[in-house]
């Protein structure tokens, strides 16, 4: 007797396989996409968390080992790179506080020195006037000398509390007109015989435009001063050359 019959029908079976492998393929492209978007999460806390502070951590670095002692981190956490930047901050503290005791010293020093020889020029001007009134040409020589060198000395202090004002951010200038023909004819007239001590010439091209100039006149008689003092000071039996234009551009006159 001949209960059922069992057929077996190849079509069915191919298209369920086929359903099958589709969701199949599905899942695995949402389950790529999920992994990729988790990827792309904790990529980002791990930039945030580490990547971040190490490129603060190391910017603070460059910048205090050029000497800018003030730069500070700003990372607050409980990790290690949260004590890193605290041991990187106490070091900067410390440096800014050595920096801020050397430039105290170095202004202390400066006016210290500023005083005596102050007096010393002053003296030695005096000393000038009453050997010619009393007729005494032979020490007024010497006695220049000493002038000329108090003289230098004190434009070296006053490089100094220059440089100690310009690092602690305190440097002012006092802008003023002054005509620039008049401002290099007094310094070539002081400079003169540093020029003549090696035998050297000095020659001066000035435009005929020159003009005015507003600026620290201080400042610039100061510039003038040490670019032709080097100049001279280092060359023997030469000429030292010293030219001024007017040169117009855009953002002004210069």
Not at 41 to 65: C, D, G, H, N, Y
Not at 170 to 196: A, G, Q
Not at 213 to 231: C, E, G, I, P, Y
Request: charged content about 20%.
């Amino acid at each position: 007797q001949v209960i059922g019959e069992l057929t077996r029908n190849e079509t069915g079976t191919a298209a369920v396989q086929g359903r099958f492998t589709n969701v199949l393929q599905q899942a695995l492209t949402i389950a790529g996409i999920c992994a990729l978007i988790a990827a792309v999460i904790v990529s980002l806390f791990i930039s945030r968390r580490i990547v971040e502070p190490l490129q603060e951590l190391t910017q603070v670095s460059r910048r205090l080992a050029l000497g800018y002692y003030r730069e500070r981190t700003s990372i607050r956490s409980d990790d290690e790179l949260a004590q890193l930047s605290q041991s990187i901050n106490q070091l900067a503290e410390a440096l800014d506080q050595t920096e801020q005791r050397r430039m105290s010293l170095l202004a202390d020093v400066a006016h210290e020195l500023r005083t005596p020889l102050t007096a010393i020029i002053g003296y030695s001007e005096l000393l000038q006037r009453e050997a010619e009134m009393i007729g005494h040409p032979d020490m007024i020589e010497d006695l220049n000398k000493i002038h000329m060198a108090g003289n230098h000395l004190l434009a070296l202090i006053n490089d100094v509390l220059d440089l100690s004002k310009i690092e602690a951010g305190k440097m002012r200038l006092y802008l003023e007109s002054f005509s620039i023909d008049e401002i290099i004819n007094d310094v070539v007239t002081t400079i003169m015989p540093l020029v003549e001590k090696n035998a050297n010439t000095i020659i001066i091209e000035t435009a005929s435009n020159v003009g005015i100039m507003h600026a620290d006149l201080t400042k610039v008689r100061q510039t003038l001063f040490n670019l032709l003092s080097n100049a001279a000071k280092f060359t023997e039996h030469g000429n030292i050359t010293l030219k001024t234009e007017r040169q117009h551009t855009d953002d002004g006159d210069w």
